[in-house]
């Protein structure tokens, strides 16, 4: 199996940096980000990204199109460019299984070309969870935390990272960074991956399921007076909704530039009052409503029309991140709790 030292790390940025952009997360003040890689730059030991990957995908601004006017004529411009090669170093299993979700709202007819445009172009290089957090639950969706199915695995152990491509993308991306690795036995690997899993099995969340969930639940669930008594003390703040790797809820604004319009769209919330908003009002008209919508679709609408697949990974950002501590986990224990008593 492909080996590469803690002391070839740097050799390996610097290398792929010459192929593609890379980028890495980083610490700030604020958590851990991904930033573009320069010589020097420390890579953060933090489990998760305050803000997941997609935003490499799907970015949380980005214009559409832009209208110049002159008298009554008007110019439409198209600002989409070929995007740039680059990676994504270190994400983890349950942000990888997330843009599989994804690709399911964007790649599906008709495609969003401003989506695929940066998805073909990046490479997605996978890191195995060695230090999962007590909000992790990704095993609840068959996610395997030491096996992320990025383009390109790596795995932490024996004082380096093993390597394994999984697509063809994957392949090319290593062989382009041409002899800096090594051959090992993966008998290291397998230790530290069987060690995460082990980890895995004794954390809180690790008999978390989704029984009282699925595709079949809609009528039975849309009523549950539960709903209320969940929703009672959010206070509608998206901040679960903008640190989660799955949504995909966007608005979109024209802007007036003064020389002309510019229309853009930006990430939204189906927990903000003014969701979906249309002429005659809102469609929703309650906290409760809103609530029940979120978390509906993570659990009842998005495997109903995905095969059985739901709309949350388990990465436990909105676990860690709501300010009152009200989350699809205790959501999902309320109904599997009351299931299991009926």
């Given at each position: 199996m492909l080996y590469l030292s803690n002391d070839k790390l740097e050799l390996f940025f610097e290398k792929a940096s010459e192929k593609l952009n890379v980028y890495v997360p980083v610490d700030t003040g604020k958590g851990a980000s991904y930033k573009k890689w320069e010589k020097g730059c420390e890579?953060?030991?933090?489990?998760?990204?305050?803000?997941?990957?997609?935003?490499?995908?799907?970015?949380?601004?980005?214009?559409?199109?832009?209208?110049?006017?002159?008298?009554?004529?008007?110019?439409?411009?198209d600002p989409r460019r070929e995007t740039e090669d680059y990676a994504v170093f270190g994400v983890r299993a349950c942000d990888v299984r997330s843009f599989g979700i994804l690709d399911k709202v964007f790649l599906s007819e008709p495609v969003d070309s401003y989506y695929k445009n940066r998805r073909d172009h990046g490479v997605i290089i996978g890191l195995s969870c060695s230090r999962p957090s007590e909000t992790c639950f990704c095993t609840t969706f068959g996610i395997d935390a030491a096996a992320p199915m990025a383009d390109v695995d790596l795995t932490e152990a024996d004082g380096g990272y093993f390597f394994k491509a999984n697509t063809e993308k994957g392949?090319?991306?290593?062989?382009?960074?041409?002899?800096?690795?090594e051959e090992r036995d993966e008998a290291k690997a397998e230790e530290a991956k069987e060690a995460t899993r082990e980890i895995m099995k004794k954390l809180p969340l690790a008999n978390l399921t989704t029984e009282g969930f699925g595709a079949d639940k809609l009528e039975e669930m849309f009523g549950?007076?539960?709903?209320?008594?969940?929703?009672?003390?959010?206070?509608?703040c998206g901040t679960c909704t903008f640190v989660c790797p799955t949504c995909q809820c966007y608005d979109i604004r024209d802007y007036d530039t003064g020389?002309?319009?510019?229309?853009?769209?930006?990430?939204?919330?189906?927990?903000?009052?003014?969701?979906?908003?249309?002429?005659?009002?809102?469609?929703r008209l309650t906290q409760k409503e809103r609530f029940r919508q979120r978390f509906m679709h993570k659990l009842v609408y998005f495997p109903a029309n995905n095969d059985g697949e739901f709309g949350c990974v388990g990465c436990g950002r909105c676990v860690a991140s709501c300010p009152i501590n009200m989350n699809i986990v205790k959501v999902m224990k309320k109904f599997a709790t009351e299931a299991d008593n009926d």
């Amino acid at each position: 199996m492909l080996y590469l030292s803690n002391d070839k790390l740097e050799l390996f940025f610097e290398k792929a940096s010459e192929k593609l952009n890379v980028y890495v997360p980083v610490d700030t003040g604020k958590g851990a980000s991904y930033k573009k890689w320069e010589k020097g730059c420390e890579v953060s030991k933090a489990l998760h990204t305050v803000r997941s990957a997609k935003d490499f995908f799907f970015p949380q601004t980005e214009n559409l199109v832009e209208f110049k006017m002159d008298g009554k004529k008007i110019e439409i411009i198209d600002p989409r460019r070929e995007t740039e090669d680059y990676a994504v170093f270190g994400v983890r299993a349950c942000d990888v299984r997330s843009f599989g979700i994804l690709d399911k709202v964007f790649l599906s007819e008709p495609v969003d070309s401003y989506y695929k445009n940066r998805r073909d172009h990046g490479v997605i290089i996978g890191l195995s969870c060695s230090r999962p957090s007590e909000t992790c639950f990704c095993t609840t969706f068959g996610i395997d935390a030491a096996a992320p199915m990025a383009d390109v695995d790596l795995t932490e152990a024996d004082g380096g990272y093993f390597f394994k491509a999984n697509t063809e993308k994957g392949s090319a991306f290593v062989a382009s960074l041409g002899d800096i690795f090594e051959e090992r036995d993966e008998a290291k690997a397998e230790e530290a991956k069987e060690a995460t899993r082990e980890i895995m099995k004794k954390l809180p969340l690790a008999n978390l399921t989704t029984e009282g969930f699925g595709a079949d639940k809609l009528e039975e669930m849309f009523g549950d007076a539960r709903w209320a008594e969940l929703s009672e003390a959010c206070l509608g703040c998206g901040t679960c909704t903008f640190v989660c790797p799955t949504c995909q809820c966007y608005d979109i604004r024209d802007y007036d530039t003064g020389h002309g319009v510019q229309r853009y769209r930006c990430w939204d919330s189906c927990m903000y009052s003014d969701f979906t908003k249309m002429a005659h009002g809102n469609p929703r008209l309650t906290q409760k409503e809103r609530f029940r919508q979120r978390f509906m679709h993570k659990l009842v609408y998005f495997p109903a029309n995905n095969d059985g697949e739901f709309g949350c990974v388990g990465c436990g950002r909105c676990v860690a991140s709501c300010p009152i501590n009200m989350n699809i986990v205790k959501v999902m224990k309320k109904f599997a709790t009351e299931a299991d008593n009926d």
